[in-house]
């Protein structure tokens, strides 16, 4: 099966802090995600990488940055956190055609205060 | 604008009985129509996939419908279970025109409780 790790479960960050979240996935997959999810919006989409060192925004990419060094890793940026950031992060990955869809991964809960 | 709208918000049904929830789509050009599971606190998981020419798929419990004319799904639960307790969330895909490929457009899922 494939396996999307998300290095957090849970953070509390400060306002105006770097924040780093990570996502590692184990089955050699071009594409990966970043959502953000928040009551009563559903998933949207922040940013997307279809090969190493590639990125696409998505549909709300401001306040975040994005890093795909290796293909296995796509790490989501806040340079300065904010208290609207505060949110339930996922990050997926899937294959090119994605015909077997996405895998996400458990979800970070990022507060920031 | 690609559109996915899902009903209801919420729903509670007692153990056993079966529930359906329903997914109305405006998205184009339709690549494929997913329902995905989310327990609280945890990623979604996907419980079927269909494509324009597929009417329906089931899954154990869970079958999903696909009127592509009308752009309409449902997920048919049969049986319910406890553990049906989640968020199901409807995702439609566009076909993509950039390397990235299809473009996911979420619903905000009905969130199902099942009770003793």
């Known amino acids: 099966d494939v396996k999307v790790t998300q290095s957090s479960r849970y953070l509390v960050k400060r306002t105006g802090e770097k924040v780093f979240l990570e996502c590692v996935q184990d089955m050699d997959h071009e594409n990966m995600f970043w959502y953000r999810q928040d009551p009563g919006l559903g998933l949207r989409l922040i940013y997307f990488?279809?090969?190493?060192?590639?990125?696409e925004k998505g549909d709300i990419p401001e306040g975040y940055s994005v890093s795909r060094e290796k293909k296995e890793r796509f790490s989501l940026i806040l340079e300065s956190a904010s208290t609207n950031q505060t949110s339930m992060y996922l990050c997926?990955?899937?294959?090119?055609?994605?015909?077997?869809?996405?895998?996400f991964g458990s979800g970070t809960r990022l507060t920031v205060v | 604008k690609n559109q996915v709208e899902q009903s209801p918000q919420s729903l509670i049904i007692l153990e056993g009985k079966n529930c359906t929830l329903q997914c109305n789509y405006t998205v184009s050009p339709f690549s494929n129509l997913r329902w995905y599971k989310q327990d609280t606190g945890r990623g979604p998981v996907s419980l079927t996939i269909?494509?324009?020419?597929?009417n329906t798929k089931s899954n154990g419990r869970y079958t999903a419908t696909l009127d592509a004319d009308t752009k309409q799904s449902s997920l048919h639960i049969t049986a319910s279970q406890l553990s049906d307790s989640a968020s199901y969330i409807c995702v439609v895909s566009a076909k993509g025109i950039t390397g990235g490929g299809n473009k996911l457009t979420f619903g905000t899922g009905t969130q199902l409780k099942v009770e003793l």
């Open positions: 990488s279809y090969d190493v060192k590639m990125k």
């Open positions: 997926a990955s899937s294959s090119p055609a994605a015909v077997y869809g996405y895998t």
């Open positions: 269909m494509t324009f020419s597929e």
